[in-house]
Every structure is written in structure tokens, then in C-alpha cells.
């Protein structure tokens, strides 16, 4: 079965550091974009990051710079490093999976809480 399985969210005060990783299974990870999305209460989901098979990456400008995102193939995960945060980082953050063809299938993590406050 596909799974995407999201860890190390928590809380963290302004300013820390967090490291999310996004374990996966049961697909073609190295053939897949990943994205990091996150949600806060009564917010849309947004796109954090994403990076490609081949490695390029896009980022949200509200994260630009503080976040990065990365993927081990051999490893069958992704990781996004997240610091500087502050308390609209507050969210849960879900791991994404996506085969870049046309009508190509998608998936999705469970989801890891990320809380900034002091």
C-alpha cells in the first residue's frame, strides 16, 4: 500500500528550527515531484516547497530563504528543513507525492504539527 508518513513536527519558540521528514512507500519515489503543503485553522492548504525527480526546487516566497527542501532516493524520503520561524509557520504540514504525466496519480501524508509560540 502507498503510504507517506510525516515526522518531527512539535513546538518550537520564534526563531528555532524544525526538520520534517516525509518517509514513503509502495510507489516510485525517484520518479515522483514531492512537495511539502501545510494548513493552518481556517486557512487554505498552501504549497510549501516542491522538488523535482531531477532535483529542481520551488518555494513559497513567505518561506523563501528560511526553508529548504531535499529528497534521498535511495532512502525513499524528503526532508524540509525549516528555520527562523515564527507563529505564521503555525500549521500542520503535509507531506505530497505527485507522478508528473498527465493524469498522473497523487498522494497524500497524514499530516505532522508544526507550532511556533513562545
Known amino acids: 500500500q502507498v503510504q507517506l508518513v510525516e515526522s518531527g513536527g512539535g513546538l518550537v519558540q520564534p526563531g528555532g528550527s524544525l526538520r520534517l521528514s516525509c518517509a514513503a512507500s509502495?510507489?516510485?519515489?525517484?520518479?515522483?515531484?514531492m512537495g511539502w503543503y501545510r494548513q493552518a485553522p481556517g486557512k487554505q492548504r498552501e504549497l510549501v516547497a516542491l522538488?523535482?525527480?531531477?532535483?529542481?526546487?520551488n518555494y513559497a516566497e513567505s518561506v523563501k530563504g528560511r526553508f529548504t527542501i531535499s529528497r534521498d532516493n535511495a532512502k525513499n524520503t524528503v526532508l524540509l528543513q525549516m528555520n527562523s520561524l515564527n507563529s505564521e509557520d503555525t500549521a500542520v504540514y503535509y507531506c505530497?507525492?505527485?507522478?508528473?504525466?498527465?493524469?498522473?496519480?497523487?498522494?497524500w501524508g497524514q499530516g505532522t504539527q508544526v507550532t511556533v509560540s513562545s
Open positions: 505530497h507525492a505527485r507522478n508528473p504525466v498527465p493524469g498522473g496519480r497523487q498522494y
Open positions: 509502495g510507489f516510485a519515489f525517484s520518479l515522483y515531484t
Open positions: 522538488i523535482t525527480f531531477s532535483g529542481s526546487t
